[in-house]
């Protein structure tokens, strides 16, 4: 099995840990930022095989992330799953493009699943 890299953007610290100590467990190499400022020279740097986006962040949002993320040529098709407890979290995500969308709080084996079923 090859290591695939996971980038986790989220800006509540505890979801961040969450999400990293959840995923650490698939076995893949986890990528934990809290600033999505920061997201497009680490998608750059790293180039994840998958991105789980939070939607509700200060300065730059997860929509906004994920609009510059579909507009480059490089990783327009990289699978990002969006979270968020918004209530129309579902239809943001959806417009923006993401490949799927899990509500906040959101069952930890559905989560996994979904991840492997990109990394696969």
């Known amino acids: 099995m090859t290591t695939k890299k ?3 953007c989220d800006d509540d610290p505890g979801i961040l840990e969450m999400l ?8 893949h190499q986890i990528i ?3 600033n999505s400022l920061n997201v497009r020279s680490i998608i750059e740097r790293e180039s994840p095989n998958l991105m789980v986006l939070d939607l509700w962040m200060p300065v730059l949002s997860g929509d906004q992330v994920l609009k510059m993320v579909r507009e480059n040529p490089l990783t327009k098709e990289l699978p990002v799953i969006v979270i968020s407890a918004s209530t129309d979290g579902k239809q943001i ?4 493009g993401a490949t799927n969308f899990l509500a906040k709080p959101f069952d ?6 979904m991840v492997e079923s990109y990394l696969a």
């Not at 995500?93 to 923006?96: C, F, H, L, Q, R």
């Not at 930890?108 to 699943?113: A, M, S």
């Open 108 to 113: 930890v084996d559905e989560l996994i699943t």
């Open 20 to 27: 990293e100590l959840l995923l650490e467990e698939t076995g």
């Open 32 to 34: 934990a930022e809290a």
């Open 93 to 96: 995500a959806d417009k923006a």
């Open 6 to 8: 996971i980038l986790i």
